[in-house]
């Protein structure tokens, strides 16, 4: 049987997710980035924060509102924020609101961008 040219994966309505954070790679087999659907209820905040060695973060807010922590900068986001950190900027996420902050995280390698949509795309 041949493959399928794509890879799909149902993460159900974002209200319904039963955890906090569902890593995509192994799921999709992703090859160049990671991306992580996360549902953080209200009043949670991680204890540290953490930084990444290579890879940037993209933060994209999908619901809800609160902050991005980035070193002692609190970020104030909504659905609709996008925030990039740089790998070794110190990061959290704090949910001060009463509904649920989901966020997409897309994780990539800094500077490992060689063609875009505008340079690599073309019609068939």
Avoid: C
């Amino acid at each position: 049987m041949e493959a399928k040219p794509y890879t799909i994966y149902e993460i159900g309505p974002f209200g319904e997710l039963g955890y906090d954070k569902l890593f995509l790679k192994e799921r999709l087999g992703l090859t160049s980035m990671e991306i992580s659907v996360n549902r953080w209820p209200p009043g949670t905040e991680p204890e540290r924060s953490h930084r990444h060695y290579n890879n940037e973060e993209i933060y994209i807010i999908l619901q809800g509102e609160g902050e991005i922590i980035v070193e002692d900068e609190a970020i104030p986001v909504k659905e609709g924020t996008v925030v990039r950190i740089p790998p070794h900027s110190a990061r959290r996420h704090r949910n001060n609101s009463n509904g649920d902050l989901v966020a997409l995280v897309l994780q990539a390698r800094e500077n490992s961008l060689v063609t875009w949509t505008m340079t690599d795309g073309y019609f068939v």
